[in-house]
């Protein structure tokens, strides 16, 4: 990747926790380019996982899985992650560009249900624990530095307020030309999957004993990105 550095030692694994809108995978992306390493976005592949359920009737839209069938379907769902020409990295199911789709309101309102299920969760981690075998790789999630690479040599867990996060994402909606959500819709809907987050039976967000805490609410993206380099830094020096 053109424009960065590596750090110094052996390649490591980065993961970045955190709850949603915090931010992390702003930063685990950005981190990734600077230092010329692999990123992958966990939260696209649950998201990519509902998408096919969706596309073969396995969700309904009133809510009902089929957790059967989709159960069934696992071992042929494959995802990967392409640089595409806008530049950008894509989500791909089986060798189809999903990023748009993925991202859309369908699925949004169903994976947090999907990443409930162990079948699901245990077929996921897998290809996670295979992206990260070369290492060189920021992986950012729920579980990364809890379930998926709990030896990773670098931890980041990212907690901002809940209030701080619903005032991001509803500038966003704002941003985007949503005149019609409120500040409070927002909130509660923060609230309510940091909820399913932090509670589900399979494992939840939680703050991995060896990771390093970041509140990055009066932090701006440049001020988040430096600290970051600092903690690689701090760690690859450790890991020479
Ligand atoms: O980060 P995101 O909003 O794209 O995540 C989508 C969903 O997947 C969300 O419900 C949390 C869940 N998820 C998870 O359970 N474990 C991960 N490692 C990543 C995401």
């Known amino acids: 990747m053109s424009n960065s550095t590596q750090p110094q030692g052996s390649p490591i694994i980065i993961a970045i926790d955190g709850f949603s809108s915090s931010g992390k995978s702003t930063m685990a992306r950005s981190l990734a380019s600077r230092i010329g390493y692999r990123y992958i976005d966990s939260g696209a592949m649950y998201r990519a996982v509902t998408l096919y359920g969706l596309n073969h009737g396995y969700i309904k839209k009133n809510g009902t899985i089929d957790v059967i069938h989709l159960i069934k379907e696992l071992p042929s769902i494959n995802i990967d992650f392409k640089v595409m020409d806008d530049g950008k990295q894509h989500t791909m199911l089986n060798g189809i560009d999903v990023e ?50 709990p030896d990773a040599e670098l931890k980041v867990y990212v907690n901002a307020p809940a209030e701080t996060r619903a005032q991001r994402r509803y500038d966003e909606l ?3 030309g949503d005149a019609t959500t409120t500040y409070q819709q927002v909130l509660e809907n923060v609230k309510s999957r940091d909820y399913q987050d932090m509670h589900r ?5 939680r703050k991995a004993p060896d990771a390093i805490e970041l509140d990055n609410s009066n932090m701006t993206l440049a001020q988040q990105d430096a600290w970051l380099i600092r903690q690689v830094n701090n760690t690859t020096s450790l890991n020479k």
């Open 174 to 176: 704002r941003a985007k």
């Open 201 to 205: 039976a399979e494992s939840p967000l």
């Open 100 to 149: 748009t789709e993925i991202r859309g309101m369908e699925v949004a309102n169903h994976v947090s249900h999907v990443a409930t299920i162990p079948e699901v969760r245990h077929r996921l981690v897998d290809l996670q624990q295979e992206f990260g075998r070369q290492k060189g790789i920021v992986m950012d999630g729920r579980d990364i530095g809890t379930t998926v690479f």
